[in-house]
């Protein structure tokens, strides 16, 4: 497989927004569960939001209400719509992929995983 690609992070205010999105040609749209996940500095990765084979979606508590996972299947691509950005979401994004198995916002059940954008929100 072709590990995934992250684009579209970078700095922005308080309230802003950010699209991030992830080139995974190997793991959208071939049945793959596809996850998006954050690691602030001195903190561990934690999970974000993720996109099972049904479409059927879950979120984080920290970004439910402010955040929005999707996926265009014909451009193998997963996307991160982040709104309302507050300094808490400063960190590395992370796009991942799992089997359809085990579709869970836990790091451990994803073996497959992009290098990271940077996401810095200032107050």
């Known amino acids: 497989q072709v590990q995934p690609v992250e684009s579209g992070g970078g700095s922005v205010q308080a309230g802003g927004s950010l699209k991030l999105s992830c080139a995974a040609s190997?793991?959208?749209?071939?049945?793959?569960?596809m996850g998006w996940f954050r690691q602030a500095p001195g903190k561990e990765r934690q999970g974000i939001a993720l996109?099972?084979?049904?479409?059927?979606?879950t979120y984080g508590d920290a970004v439910k209400g402010r955040f929005t996972i999707s996926q265009d299947k014909a451009k193998n691509t997963l996307y991160l719509q982040m709104n309302n950005l507050k300094p808490e979401d400063t960190g590395v994004y992370y796009c991942?992929?799992?089997?359809?198995?085990?579709?869970?916002?836990?790091?451990?059940?994803?073996?497959?995983w992009g290098q990271g954008t940077q996401v810095t929100v200032s107050s």
């Open positions: 996109i099972d084979i049904t479409t059927r979606t």
């Open positions: 991942a992929a799992a089997s359809p198995l085990v579709c869970t916002l836990n790091t451990g059940t994803f073996h497959y």
């Open positions: 190997s793991f959208v749209g071939s049945g793959y569960c």
